[in-house]
C-alpha cells in the first residue's frame, strides 16, 4: 500500500509559478511510477505528466509541455510538479498518482493503483 499527501496548490496569477509535492508513504516508493493528473470543473480528470520509477524517464500532455516539469527525490519519497507560466486554463483539482505496474509511467488513469486526495490551483487572470 501506498498513501500519497498532495501540497502546494493555491491561488496564483496569470503568469505565476507553483510547485506541488506529493509525499508517499512506506517503504516501495521507488518501484512506482509517478504520475500527476487534473480535473477542472465539469471536465474528466486529465493527464499531465508522468515520471518512471527511477526518474529517468518523463512525460507530459502536450498542454502543459515546456511549462510544467514533474522530479522525484526517491529518497524522500516525493514526487514534484514545477509549474511555470501558469494560464487561467490551469484552474483544476491536481492528482498525483502512483503505479506500481507500469514503471515507466503512464499517460491513462486506469494504469495507476493509488491516488492522493487532491490539491487546488487556482489561476487568476
Known amino acids: 500500500q501506498v498513501q500519497l499527501v498532495e501540497s502546494g496548490g493555491g491561488l496564483v496569477q496569470a503568469g505565476g509559478s507553483l510547485r506541488l509535492s506529493c509525499a508517499a508513504s512506506g517503504s516501495t516508493f521507488s518501484r512506482h511510477a509517478m504520475g500527476w493528473f487534473r480535473q477542472a470543473p465539469g471536465k474528466e480528470r486529465e493527464f499531465v505528466a508522468t515520471i518512471s520509477w527511477s526518474g529517468g524517464n518523463t512525460n507530459y500532455a502536450d498542454s502543459v509541455k515546456g511549462r510544467f516539469t514533474i522530479s522525484r527525490d526517491n529518497a524522500k519519497n516525493t514526487v514534484y510538479l514545477q509549474m511555470n507560466s501558469l494560464k487561467p486554463e490551469d484552474t483544476a483539482v491536481y492528482y498525483c498518482?502512483?503505479?506500481?505496474?507500469?514503471?515507466?509511467?503512464?499517460?491513462?488513469?486506469?494504469?495507476?493503483?493509488?491516488w492522493g486526495q487532491g490539491t487546488q490551483v487556482t489561476v487568476s487572470s
Open positions: 498518482a502512483a503505479s506500481r505496474r507500469y514503471l515507466s509511467g503512464s499517460y491513462y488513469a486506469y494504469n495507476y493503483d493509488y
